[in-house]
């Protein structure tokens, strides 16, 4: 009686995985044929990508993919914020998290150096004969985990959100209406350097900055000096202590009095 094609088939599949078990997969020709196939796959999508991208888009215009190039850069902005490449972005939110000088080394060097050891060490502390994924329970789990961890990571530090310049010194005159300065030309002048000169991209006033390196909330930092100590300060910050903290002393006495002013206004909200 003749047999069926699904029964020929199975026999055929089992002498194969038995040649496979006792012989192995012959590197030529099923593997090259795969690797090549693959690889011009992957040659197609980047060239489509690239057809796209250069048809779509119109100079500093994006199109989908971006534009052609961007603006000449101007080392005078206070607008630009330094981005690395997107698949580092979960690397620069790390630094986000660990922003304390303590703690960047973890960041930078500890957690990187720490999953690169491990998965360069995977083929000798794991020496189990099973690959099928429902009967590796923990490492699937550790290996979700991990992707997941790093598509989050990698999407906050796509979106995450930097503080400029010249979008901070619109918030002046809620500022100044709100700690009670409106009326004083020199604290609103001081104000508009503050939202300018990067202040915040350490320091929180108001609900606006970052916190970063542990700088202290000057919301109501007029209520500790008044303006010629702050001007003192901002002039040289290593001399009361602060090592971390930079001078600011080339923006001149004129600027620094004003910001002097600016810091020794800031007591609260003027309903306090």
């Not at 915040?200 to 919301?219: E, I, K, V």
């Amino acid at each position: 009686m003749a047999r069926d094609l699904g029964e020929l088939n199975r026999e055929d599949f089992a002498r194969y995985k038995d040649d496979v078990k006792k012989e192995g997969k012959p590197f030529f020709p099923r593997a090259i044929f795969h690797d090549t196939v693959m690889s011009f796959i992957v040659v197609c999508v980047i060239t489509a990508l690239a057809v796209i991208w250069y048809y779509d888009a119109d100079g500093v215009k994006p199109g989908i993919l971006g534009p052609w190039y961007t603006e000449p850069a101007d080392p005078g902005t206070t607008d630009f914020v330094p981005r690395p490449d997107w698949y580092f972005y979960f690397l620069f939110y790390l630094l986000r998290i660990f922003k304390w000088p303590e703690t960047v080394f973890i960041a930078t060097v500890g957690i990187p150096t720490i999953g690169l050891m491990l998965l360069i060490g995977l083929p000798f502390y794991d020496r189990r004969r099973e690959r099928r994924p429902l009967h590796r329970p923990v490492a699937m789990v550790a290996a979700v985990l991990t992707i997941l961890s790093m598509a989050v990571l990698t999407w906050k530090g796509a979106t995450a959100k930097e503080a400029l310049g010249s979008e901070l010194v619109t918030l002046v005159p809620k500022w100044a209406e709100e700690q009670g300065f409106a009326d004083n030309p020199e604290a609103v002048k001081g104000a508009e350097l503050f939202a300018q000169s990067g202040c915040l991209n350490c320091h929180t006033y108001m609900g606006q900055g970052a916190g970063n390196l542990g700088a202290p909330n000057l919301s109501e930092i007029g209520a500790t000096n008044d303006a010629s100590y702050f001007v003192q300060y901002l002039t040289n910050p290593a001399a009361f202590g602060n090592t971390v903290m930079g001078s600011y002393a080339y923006l001149g006495q004129e600027n620094l009095a004003a910001l002097g002013d600016f810091l020794a206004a800031s007591k609260g909200t003027s309903s306090k």
